[in-house]
């Protein structure tokens, strides 16, 4: 037990040692910061030596195995209250370390590559081992305050990293409007986590899911929604996501790990992990399940409109984030952490890859300002692009598989995910367990299915196949295509790790009914599942096998619809008139998802402004005029003792006066209300 | 009668006060000597021992029931020590540095302690009276340190004629409630208090005089002038020592002369002026550009903060707001030092948001405190101002007043902008001109990284302060204390 104590604080060590060694060697020793190869190698091995050691637990648990907990200290105890420095390794919390550690590691080494010619190579490495940290922190954590710890922790780091390349101004604007819309979040966690200790007393999860009948039906429904809009902070849902595809402004590999594969997916855990609780309550299990769809639909159809690869990518993951929420509130919580596992591998490869190509295009950009040649272009636009598989080809077979493993196509990994989450919506709607909605809601799955798949390839073929179209677009850059190169290894590595865990990743979850239409047993093939039913709180699958087949093949037939649609549509360079296609067949429709739904628009108008008016009008106005403009009124007579009078006599301290009695009188009546 | 006893019991306060006759007798020998400060240094730092020395001790009178010594008034004192004992330190270079530097200084603080001390062990409300008056005129001559500059000027006239004001009330107040209830002791206020007119307003105007020198809503109006015109290090002084002797005080009327009876609803009261407090604090806030006046406001919020404990009205509520008090005082000094520091650079008006652009990455250690404690001042974790503001919304959630601790909650984010937005501009900006920013002497620096380091600390480790504070609160010995909440 003692060995393993000291395991598990190695594996939450080592991260922060090596941000402390980046950070404060960076910060005060300026030659330290060229030495890319030791910074590098410091902060991988900070994150490798944890991914081993994770490795070690899960070899030595079983699905029976108990939780364990390490205590380490004692954090705060004040009367009744402590709250201690413990992390928990069960099911659940080992299989999100292992998605944090393993595809961090791979992130991390990726970005040796990718940000080799950044000055602030040392900053980045020191922010990224901060933010594993901190998300170690949070899937770890045995009580709710640590989790929150690593929660708002999560989110300074991924403010600091959106802002990484602050001097240009639209960037820090970015890392400031994530963290305000997380901030909204972590309001309503905040004060769901203050409602859970005046019921039980505690923060621990065990004493909390321990004690579930010790809540009334209103705190079960109150904290259930509290810590959903708190998830839909983090996690980018309706109404909280714009946040996202803004933050695509930090370097690509940030959005790979935190706005992809780790961060975004803590929503997701935080509800798996109180999922005892949640299924108390079909109300707000309903509410999850229909903002999880809605905002799965409403992102995919924006993905469609988009030009900048990345930010197709961001609108993607929202979407898939919605798949998320729509399994958890239809009682799928394996289903849910199935696919946030898939998606980890999938999506963090094909940012990596988008990296990948808008390392080249860069390149590109630079060697033509070598040659003389003044032409500017936005290195991110696929309408630039075209044919660089040629070019590029394992950046290009990586980010093909990947694509063919989100579209769900099987057998790769997106497929069975994607297919055990719409599973469980349709038997949430024909199950006892839910209502009728639950059938709309698969409905809206399977259209987002439909576009899930054609936005998909529309991104890879515009950008892969056909021709290299910088020169059509450009003059001056005619013959540009000789400066495409392929990424170096550190890059190239990483992609092929993910794009085979993209592959075969789906065999963790592969559903029990295809053994046991042959078998005519009971079968648990499903792993994924074994693996956590102690943890979570599932809704039964209670579907017959022919509706389950019958759902599988709609899915299988809706991506390959959405695939072929895709190929006529895009194959041979005919983006530009298919798009105009698609925007004259929708319309008004197709330019509301262009203007994503002009999200941005109506906050600005119904929140931002409002409070910046009341803030700078009234406010403001009235500190300036009655306080400043009494200042300034008085000047150059202050030296005189007479000004005392002139006090008395511009009636400003009347005016006080006049407070200070109103506040005795306010004060006189609320003591005898 | 027992004098040595007595002044045993109040040590630190005549320590301090015999430091300052000290200093005066130096500054009319040699003027501005260095000797003025060592003095002042050396007994705050006995002042210090002796009130450590005292922490766990129960409550119990001395200077025949004129003070209480021991229980949460030790506590008070150590904050009140510590908060004179950090500014001394940060004054002695910048007065200097401003060309400000007078030997007098010292002796004005040293008293101004003295008082407060006696404010916040008193036990009689003459004895409350001094201590308030002795603290108070020693910070009007302070605010006009500068007085070859009109803010400074106005600044201690402005304090000056409001402060007169609020005695007026306070004066009033107290003659009020001797008049209800024929006596000034406040444990025997307690006893004798009812719920006619005469003892009702009585204490709101005694109430009044409190809430003024916390600077709540509304009798906050000199705060931002008087902060923004006292020289920087001085208004740290302001804005921690003063403000922690009096809801150490409040504490004290509060639970021992106020009882809640029918009819009468404190926990009403207090969650008003909390609520207007911290939500007009933090607006205000959100607009300035001028650090010294945001930071003006910023504490205006923080009292808010504090009276939420209050409202709360139960032991757990009162060793919050300590703590709190506590949290306040180290951040906030913190912050104030590196604003100082900042401000005496040449060139620019650095007193000025915008012209910290860039200048995070110049001299490091002065960056990262100052992103600690706006961290620490807005509230994130692990920090010592997250573990203040857990204790007194806890207490609020535990007395059953959800909403009061919700509008904390959400005033307390919409502070995270206006702290935030100074660290955006110290680190994600580009600096408008090339400055050079000089170094600070070492008893700078070190004051301002011990000062981050006990934010850290106390945000990891509250645990000994709030814990212990819990019982010493309670530990009212055979002096009787009324809870505040209304019993059945």
């Known amino acids: 037990m003692e060995s393993a104590t000291a395991l598990l604080s190695l594996i939450i060590a080592l991260p922060l040692a090596g941000f402390l060694i980046n950070g404060i060697i960076g910060l005060f020793v300026e030659s330290f910061r060229t030495k890319k190869q030791l910074i590098g190698i410091i902060a991988n091995t900070a994150v490798f030596i944890p991914f081993v050691i994770a490795v070690y637990f899960f070899m030595n648990m079983n699905a029976g195995s108990e939780a364990v907990v390490f205590k380490l200290f004692t954090w705060i105890e004040a009367g009744s209250f402590s709250v201690d420095i413990a992390y928990r390794i069960d099911q659940l919390s080992i299989m999100m370390t292992l998605v944090v550690t393993g595809v961090g590691f791979l992130i991390h080494l990726y970005s040796m590559g990718y940000m080799a010619d950044d000055e602030g190579y040392w900053k980045f490495f020191a922010y990224l081992n901060l933010f594993i940290f901190a998300m170690l922190n949070l899937v770890l954590g045995n009580n709710l305050l640590l989790l929150f710890l690593g929660w708002e922790g999560v989110g300074v780091c991924s403010y600091l990293l959106i802002g990484f390349w602050y001097t240009d101004m639209a960037k820090s604007d970015a890392a400031k409007k994530a963290f305000i819309y997380n901030r909204v979040g972590d309001f309503a966690f905040l004060i769901a986590m203050f409602m859970v200790f005046q019921t039980v007393g505690s923060l621990n999860f065990d004493a909390i899911l321990g004690n579930l009948e010790a809540f009334s039906e209103e705190y079960i429904v109150a904290i259930g929604l509290l810590m959903f809009v708190g998830a839909t902070g983090k996690s980018a849902q309706i109404p909280l996501f714009v946040w996202l595809p803004d933050a695509m402004a930090g370097p690509t590999p940030v959005s790979a790990l935190i706005h992809a594969a780790t961060m975004v997916t803590s929503g997701i855990y935080l509800i798996s992990r109180m999922s005892p609780m949640y299924v108390l309550s079909p109300e707000v299990m309903l509410v999850v399940a229909v903002i999880g769809a809605l905002t799965a639909i409403v992102a995919a159809t924006i993905a469609i409109t988009q030009n900048d690869i990345k930010s197709v990518l961001a609108y993607s993951t929202v979407s898939q984030l919605g798949y998320m929420f729509l399994a958890l509130g239809a009682g799928g919580f394996t289903a849910a952490m199935f696919h946030v596992v898939t998606h980890a591998f999938f999506k963090a490869c094909l940012f990596l890859g988008s990296g990948s190509v808008i390392h080249t295009m860069h390149h590109v950009e630079h060697e033509l300002e070598h040659e003389g040649k003044d032409v500017h272009f936005d290195p991110q636009d696929m309408r630039n692009m075209g044919g660089l598989r040629k070019y590029m080809p394992s950046t290009y077979k990586t980010f093909l598989i990947s694509t063919i493993a989100i579209a769900g196509i099987p057998p790769l990994a997106g497929f069975f995910s994607k297919d055990e989450v719409l599973a469980m919506a349709a038997n949430a709607g024909a199950g006892e367990f839910g209502s009728y909605m639950y059938m709309a809601l698969w409905g809206v799955g399977i259209i987002t299915a439909f576009l899930t798949a054609f936005y998909m390839f529309r991104l890879t073929l515009t950008t892969f196949h056909g021709e290299f179209k910088l020169g059509k ?159 300034n009124a008085t000047a150059g007579t202050v030296k005189l003792f007479g000004s005392l009078f002139r006090y008395v006599q511009t009636g400003v301290v009347s005016s006080y006066a006049l407070a200070f009695v109103i506040g005795v009188i306010v004060i006189l009546y609320l003591m005898v209300m | 009668m027992d004098y040595l006893g007595d002044i045993q019991a109040f040590l630190p306060g005549v320590i301090t006060a015999l430091a300052g006759l000290i200093v005066i007798v130096i500054e009319s020998l040699k003027k501005d000597s260095s000797a003025t400060f060592w003095v002042t240094v050396l007994s705050l730092v006995a002042a210090l021992f002796f009130s450590i020395q005292s922490l766990g001790t129960g409550l119990d009178t001395a200077f025949s029931g004129m003070l209480v010594h021991g229980g949460a008034v030790a506590f008070g004192n150590v904050i009140i020590v510590v908060a004179t004992l950090f500014c001394v330190f940060i004054s002695e270079d910048y007065l200097k540095g401003i060309n400000h530097y007078y030997g007098e200084t010292y002796a004005l603080i040293l008293f101004a302690t003295t008082g407060m001390m006696c404010l916040a062990g008193s036990n009689d409300l003459i004895t409350l009276f001094i201590g308030l008056e002795t603290m108070s005129i020693c910070l009007y001559v302070m605010a006009g340190l500068i007085k070859d500059e009109k803010s400074g000027a106005e600044a201690a006239l402005k304090y000056f004629l409001l402060g007169a004001f609020s005695t007026g009330f306070l004066l009033y107040g107290m003659a009020l409630i001797y008049g209800a209830t024929g006596t000034t002791n406040i444990s025997a206020i307690g006893a004798a208090a009812s719920t006619d007119l005469l003892f009702l307003a009585g204490a709101a105007l005694l109430l009044v005089g409190f ?75 959100l607009v300035q550009d001028n650090l010294k006046r945001m930071l003006a406001y910023s504490s205006i919020a923080h009292a808010g903060y504090a009276l939420v404990g209050l409202a709360a009205g139960t032991p757990e509520g009162y060793s919050a707001v300590l703590f709190y008090m506590f949290a306040y005082t180290i951040m906030n000094i913190g912050a104030f030092g590196v604003i100082a520091y900042y401000e005496r650079n040449k060139g620019m008006d650095f007193s000025e948001v915008q012209n910290l652009a860039g200048l995070g990455f110049k001299k490091p250690v002065m960056g990262i405190a100052l992103s600690i404690f706006l961290f620490s001042l807005a509230g994130i974790p692990p920090l010592v101002g997250f573990a203040g503001k857990y204790y007194v919304f806890a207490a609020a959630i535990n007395a059953e007043m959800v909403t009061l601790a919700v509008i904390g909650v959400l005033a307390s984010a919409a502070s995270v902008y206006y702290y935030l937005r100074v660290m955006v501009y110290l680190y994600f900006r580009e600096e408008h001109k090339p400055v050079e920013l000089f170094n600070p002497t070492l008893l700078y620096k070190g004051t301002i990284i011990i000062l981050a380091i006990l934010t850290l600390y106390y945000g990891i480790e509250p645990i000994l302060p709030a814990s212990g504070l819990m019982e010493l609160l309670n530990s009212y010995g055979n002096l009787g204390a009324v809870t505040n909440v209304l019993i059945p």
């Open chain 2, 211 to 285: 809430l003024f020198k916390v600077s709540a809503v509304p009798f906050h109006m000199w705060t931002p002038d008087v902060y923004q015109g006292t020289p920087t290090t001085l208004t740290a002084y302001f804005a921690t020592a003063s403000k922690a002797a009096t809801f150490v005080a409040l504490i004290m009327v509060l639970s021992r002369a106020l009882p809640v009876m029918e009819g009468l609803n404190w926990q009403m009261v207090f969650s008003v002026i909390a609520i207007l407090t911290m939500v007009f604090g933090n607006i205000i806030a």
């Open chain 1, 473 to 631: 677009r450009f003059k001056e850059a005619i013959g540009a295509e000789k400066y495409l190169h392929e990424s170096p290894a550190t890059m190239t590595i990483p992609l092929w790790t993910l794009a085979g865990a993209a592959t075969v990743g789906g065999f963790l979850g592969v559903p029990n009914f295809i053994v046991e239409t042959f078998t005519h047993e009971e079968a648990h093939v499903n792993l994924l599942h074994n693996w956590l039913h102690h943890v979570t709180a599932d809704v039964e699958l209670t579907l017959s096998h022919a509706v389950e087949w019958g759902l599988m093949a709609t899915s299988i037939v809706i991506a390959v619809l959405g695939v072929v649609v895709a190929f006529r549509m895009y194959n041979n360079n005919q983006q530009q008139e298919s798009d105009a296609a698609i925007a004259k067949r929708f319309g008004g429709l197709y330019d509301l998802w262009k203007d994503k739904y002009n999200l941005d628009e109506v906050y600005e108008g119904l929140i931002v402004r409002p409070i910046v008016r009341v803030s700078d009008k009234v406010l403001a106005v009235f500190d300036m005029k009655v306080v400043d403009g009494f200042v």
